[in-house]
């Protein structure tokens, strides 16, 4: 299996034309697709995956044959994603539309933004001949409705693309369980903008925590909020800042008001950028309680985290997915099993009560962000992958 490749030992040839093909525009925590689309050398050129109905600023399609299959998703469901229309003849055409602009925009290689979109993609890229890099990102590479849904249509994926991304070890060996080459795997986490997220000083901190991502199982927010209660009743002057939204925001904020902590816990919702960072330079450390829920859905290489790393902030978080990766236990940060609250909260509480043990395990964490997952090296790698399938010949 292919090793991440550092930004300055590759030299590659003339940047490709790149389709990246995705769900719908980045959300604000797909910060990784952001880059690729925004930095990726070469000429990027997206395709949403709901097309060739809503893709702007060129339809797929003459506006006639537009607008009847519009009509018939419309139809059918409200609107189905490709590749799952039952008719025949709808998928001929969707294919047949983007064979046409991939080859219109004279395209080298398909990079789709998780599996699912890998499958949407395949019989275009089959039909057209062009390599195809797939990145699996967590739900798609783990989620047991995803992968029954998908099973047969990842084989089939497999078989054909040049390259798959992994975004954690435990994903590599997950996608390898699943049918993928292990040869055509590269695993290669997120990276972050060390140079956005400057080194903080927990240190001199107040017993701040801060948590930065979506209220959604997989992330289990409400066992960071339990963790924290234990917190706040050995340490008073303990504070918790969460960032972000999700379906679980309303039941975490219901949780906070009765247990009585709305004067130590805020729950702030989606904040830009510039806000997070913010949060970063005036807490003592990150938490986050990651673990893999019933319908087996999982992280991969969660970007707060490295931000945090990146903001010289240790981590306290649990042993799971891509953290495990990213996060040295004891070194530049904390972890725990998942589920083990009372082990988050143990190390949290040391953290509080240990600032210089927070300085020290915070700066070795920017220099290990610094040194192996810089955005540069991500993109490098992203680079590589696609350089390596462009120079393969798909199979027949």
Known sequence: MDQPLPA????????????????????????FIRAVIERLPG?????????PTTYQPMRLLPKPLWLLLRGVRLF???????GSLSTTAVRLIETLAVK?????????????????????????????????????HGYDAFQAQTLAEYARAYQRMFAYATGIIAVSRAMEQQLIQLGAPA?????????????????????NAPPHFVAVGRFVEKKAP????????????ECPAARLTMIGDGPLWEACRQMVASLGMEHAVTLHGVRPHADIVTAMQQARAFVQHSLRPSSGDSEGTPVAVLEAGASSL???????????????????GLLVDE????????????????PQYAGQLGRKARAHIVAHFSMEQYLACVQAALHRAGQEDPPQ
């Open 8 to 31: 300055t030992s590759t030299v590659l040839p003339a940047p490709l034309t790149t389709c990246i093909v995705v769900s719908k525009p980045p959300s604000y925590s797909e910060t």
């Open 43 to 51: 000429t990027q050129i997206v395709l949403i995956n709901t097309w």
């Open 76 to 82: 059918v469901n409200q609107p189905p994603p490709i």
């Open 100 to 136: 046409h602009f991939l080859r219109h925009h004279n395209v080298d290689v398909v990079l789709a933004e998780y599996g699912v979109n890998g499958v949407a993609v395949l019989d275009a890229c089959i039909a057209s001949q062009i390599p195809l890099v797939v990145h699996f």
């Open 183 to 203: 040869e055509h795997i590269t695993y290669t986490p997120c990276g972050v903008d060390v140079q956005m997220f400057s080194p903080a000083d927990p240190a």
């Open 222 to 233: 409400y066992l960071t909020i339990l963790a924290f209660q234990q917190v706040l009743h």
């Open 314 to 332: 240790p981590v306290v978080a649990t042993r799971h997915a891509g953290i495990k990766d990213v996060v040295i236990d004891g070194e530049t």
């Open 339 to 354: 589920g083990d609250v009372a082990g988050m909260a143990a190390h949290m509480l040391t953290l509080a009560n240990d």
